[in-house]
């Protein structure tokens, strides 16, 4: 039995590297005696010395000591918490270099997981934004203290270290506002901020949502308890200091949990819900509903699944994975039918509600897992022309990829937001499926995150 190449690469060992691509989490890759290398920070094209600080069976992580040659396309990162916070990877990146090696992320992983000859195939150049800050229309903040100061932020890369943000370069400037005021308030009125060791205290985490193109604004206490000190006077502090919030709302989440949101949401005051608009469709976005964060490239991302889909009025469409309907309502007008599933039922309630407002009256939209719901309505004698997916970051479930090639749609359309996984469905569909071409979208700006638009034409 052959034994796994031994690691030569030693716990603290100092050594040169010259850094060949970016990685899936936008670390640097590089090869010292044919061992891969992650670098978090390094470029391609950059000759560095690295530490290593982090030794496993198939690879070795390392932190920078010097860099001996940079890259041309390195620049300083505006964000004062840049290195500490983690939330963003590239802003170390010139953005347009970004949108190259986020393309180069999507060809590696057809590299690695699929037999596609990667030189016919049509991928195109990543689709950017003309403004790639403050983009972010969402955040949640968790909350802390230390020597009596109130701190909201994230916490630090690999470690429990709460970070007080007071400003970031990705999120809409009016979240960022938000959060500040909320946390003056606080401050103001001594309310108690819960401890996670001692499990004591109220407001746990701040999320602010604003509608970029209504302006419209909600803050959501998440506190551990259902009641919350002082509450009216908190409430009507927090108008004063924020004259456009239309939506104050408590959720109570008292579990020991890393999740933000509990079950129960109790409105404090204004509405229940914000508008939010993407194109012609408008959208009431509740504390907890799913909505992309990145508004403006949404509209970019769903004119391409469009393009993609080529639709003629005659169309029977199935939307997997629906969500709240926007993908399938982006496309309703151009399709015969549209039909759409979700696991989450309020989801569903939701694409129901808005099919009803904007007065599409040929869209189905029903709670379960695509890969049961389709056999059924093709055992009816409904089969789809067309198939929309926009899986989690796991992918398509293994049922559903047999569900497609046993249903065989004449057209499938995969929004993808995890190169590795998009390649491996692709590789699982190619029997039946050949790649017609693929579209890039950076929803993300400065993040190692990159969206993908493949069609994929019945062979």
Known sequence: MKTEQSIKIKPKQTFPLTIKRLGINGEGVGYFKRQVVFVPGALPGEEVVVEATNINPKFAEAKIKKIRVKSPHRVQPP??????????????????????????????????????????????????????????????????????????????????????????????????????AVKSVLDELKIPIYNEKTRKGVVRTIVTRVGVQSGELQVVLITATKELPKQELLIKQIQAKLPNVKSIVQNINGGKTSLIFGQETVKLAGEEFIQESLGDLQFELSARTFFQLNPLQ??????????????????????????????????????????????????????????????????????????????KWVKKGWEPDVIVVDPPRTGLDGQLIQTILQVKPKKLIYVSCNPSTLAKDIQALSSKYDVKYMQPVDMFPHTAHVECVTQLNLK
């Not at 989801?347 to 897992?369: L, M, Q, W």
């Open 79 to 180: 964000c004062p918490f840049y290195e500490q916070c983690g939330g963003c990877q590239l802003q170390h990146l010139k953005y347009d270099q970004q949108l190259k090696e986020k393309r180069d992320i999507i060809i590696q992983a057809l590299e690695r997981h699929t037999k596609l000859d990667i030189s016919k195939l049509e991928i195109r150049e990543t689709i950017g934004m003309e403004n790639p800050w403050g983009y972010r229309n969402k955040s949640s903040f968790q909350v802390g203290q230390k020597e009596g100061k109130i701190l909201a932020g994230l916490y630090g890369m690999n470690s429990h270290q709460l970070i007080d943000i007071d400003h970031c370069a990705v999120q809409h400037s009016q979240t960022t506002e938000a959060v500040n």
């Open 298 to 375: 949404t509209v970019k991302l769903y004119n391409e699944v469009k393009a993609a889909a080529g639709l003629t009025g005659k169309e029977k469409v199935v939307d997997a994975y629906c969500g709240v309907g926007t993908i399938g309502l982006w496309l309703a007008d151009q399709a015969a039918e549209v039909r759409g599933m979700d696991v989450i039922p309020e989801s569903i309630e939701d694409a129901k509600k808005n099919a009803r407002r904007h007065g599409f009256t040929n869209t189905k939209y029903v709670p379960g897992k695509a890969e049961e719901v389709l056999p």
